[in-house]
Structures are given as C-alpha cells and as structure tokens.
C-alpha cells in the first residue's frame, strides 16, 4: 500500500499537542485495514523520522438523529506514534 493511502491526516487536538510536547508522542487517522508496520513504514517514509512504537485503536462512529431516524457517522482507526528523542514533526 502507498504510503500517502496509509496516512490520512494528522489529528491536531488538545490532548494529542499535550502528547506532542511532552511525550514526543503523534496522533494520525490511518487506513481502516492498515497494520503497525505499513503505519511505520508510511510515517518514516513522509515525515522523515525515526519511529519507536505505534499504537493503534478503532473508534466507532457516534450515534446521530436526523429527524425520526437514527444514524451513525462513519468510524475511523487511529494511530499514535512515539518518535525517536531528537526527531519531532513539525504540524503547524
């Protein structure tokens, strides 16, 4: 898989700056059926860095109403990947 399929985006919240600047730590919207090493290898390859561990987590889409039906926005997997101390990505 290309790497630029593998990562979707970076996800920029409070808490994932809070992981950036204390724990070197980096949040990115994967490809639903992408495993750790193909996230690793994407990251090194597109950033540039030195990857030390990636964690990764599938989140269910939440629970909307649209008038009188019940829907549901589409789910998303997730990624969070620790840096090697002297690397760092600069997002902004």
């Not at 593998?6 to 730590?25: A, D, F, R, S, Y």
């Not at 690793?40 to 039906?69: F, N, P, Q, S, W």
Request: glycine share 6%; charged share 30%; net charge positive.
């Amino acid at each position: 898989m290309d790497p630029y399929q593998v990562v979707i985006k970076p996800l920029i919240t409070e808490k994932g700056t809070g992981q950036n600047e204390k724990l070197n730590q980096y949040a990115f919207q994967v490809h639903a059926e992408a495993n750790k090493q193909q996230i690793r290898e994407a990251v090194e390859t597109i950033y540039e860095v030195r990857v030390l561990k990636v964690r990764t987590m599938k989140r269910l889409g939440k629970v909307r109403r649209y008038r009188y039906t019940h829907g549901r926005t589409s789910g998303m997997k997730k990624a969070v990947v620790t840096l090697h101390a002297e690397d760092h990505i600069d997002l902004f």
